[in-house]
């Protein structure tokens, strides 16, 4: 009797199963709609980020502009429907506000939270007026994310060489200065005194090679000092004649209980600075610069590109001066004008009264080249 009941339910677990999937499978049945009861929604998307770029470090007004939005929410991939590049004129500001424009209904499909990037490519010479210096890249909160300059004028381009005398490297003639323009500068911003301590180090040649008929102390001082340290100079003794050995260097013996009184060794460290200096047209500025390696008495080749602005140009600057240009050469950059002004006015004065070093010649120019906005 009990196996007979047990062969009756083992069909029974077999078809239960189906019968569960089964009973989940309806016609109509599927993926969820996106908007409840078909209904389609339109509306504005949103963008994070956003950048203006013409890929130049100056935007002339010929040149095309590249906007790049990021971050895109358009609620899904395929909601997206349109982005209007909306443009408006606020003084002298040509104001870009994007629009992401979104449709979203049953037939989207499920992507949420897509964020794509993209780029536009706008010219900005058509229709643009004189007045317009800047270019600016708004969302939809009103808050700025890029802004560039919008310039009008050329890039003149030159290649020439500049002698730079050995007298540069002499600190008590400094400031100095080559001739002309263009022209190198450099000044003694400061000189920090300094101390060093030392004593001396008792020294025994333990092979002898040569029997000179006289020898000199031969004290042989660290090529580095540490401000921390007391450096322990060997006393040595060599012939004096340069053409006899004394001692074999590997035969020197030290003897560190034999040690002299500690001694100051004073010396002063000179704080200098380099300048490229170039008297410019008004309201230009360097674009670009480029030199050999500096050596002195010897030339160095620089390449120069300078944005001469047009006579309708309204902007001016940055440089260091509206007619007169300063480039650092241990900062690597363009030296900029303050709002009191006093660092770049006291540098133009120094490089004014600098004196010119002697033997100074000013190379003409190798080529030149320059390319006109259209």
Not at 225 to 251: F, G, M
Not at 273 to 289: F, G, H, Q, R, V
Request: charged content about 25%; overall charge negative.
């Amino acid at each position: 009797m009990k196996r007979k009941s047990r062969t009756l339910l083992i069909p029974f677990f077999l078809i239960f199963p189906l019968v569960f999937f089964a009973s989940c499978a309806q016609d109509g049945d599927g993926p969820l709609d996106v908007m409840p009861n078909g209904e389609s929604v339109e509306g504005d998307g949103y963008f994070l980020g956003a950048t203006l770029d013409s890929g130049r470090t100056i935007h002339l007004i010929s040149d095309t502009l590249y906007i790049t939005l990021s971050q895109i929410w358009s609620f899904s991939n395929c909601s997206l429907t349109s982005i209007d590049l909306d443009y408006t004129f606020e003084d002298s500001v040509l104001v870009f506000s994007p629009k992401v424009k979104i449709k979203v209904s049953t037939d989207d499909c499920p992507a949420p939270m897509f964020r794509p990037d993209s780029t536009f490519k706008r010219l900005t010479d058509g229709g643009i007026s004189s007045n317009i210096t800047k270019i600016v890249v708004k969302n939809d909160v009103d808050s700025l994310l890029d802004s560039i300059m919008l310039r009008r004028g050329k890039f003149a381009r030159d290649t020439f060489r500049i002698f730079v005398d050995s007298a540069f490297d002499e600190m008590s003639s400094l400031p100095l200065r080559t001739k002309n323009s263009p022209s190198i500068l450099r000044v003694l911003d400061s000189i920090t005194p300094q101390k060093f301590l030392w004593r001396t180090l008792r020294t025994k040649c333990s092979m002898r090679v040569d029997m000179c008929d006289s020898v000199v102390a031969d004290t042989i001082y660290p090529t580095n000092w540490n401000l921390n340290d007391t450096a322990l100079v060997p006393i040595r003794y060599a012939c004096a004649s340069a053409d006899s050995v004394y001692c074999l260097e590997s035969k020197w013996e030290y003897d560190s209980t034999a040690l002299g009184k500690v001694k100051e060794r004073l010396d002063t460290v000179w704080h200098t600075s380099l300048y490229y200096i170039e008297k410019i047209p008004s309201c230009a500025m360097l674009n670009s610069i480029n030199y050999t390696g500096f050596t002195l008495g010897g030339t160095v080749t620089f390449v120069r590109e300078l944005f001469v602005p047009d006579e309708s140009e309204r902007s001016c600057g940055p440089s260091t001066k509206k007619d007169w240009v300063a480039f650092s050469f241990s900062k690597n950059s363009v030296v900029l004008a303050s709002e009191d002004g006093a660092p770049v006015d006291s540098l133009y004065k120094i490089w004014k009264s600098a004196d010119v070093a002697r033997d100074t010649i000013y190379a003409d120019s190798l080529s030149a080249d320059s390319t006109e906005s259209k």
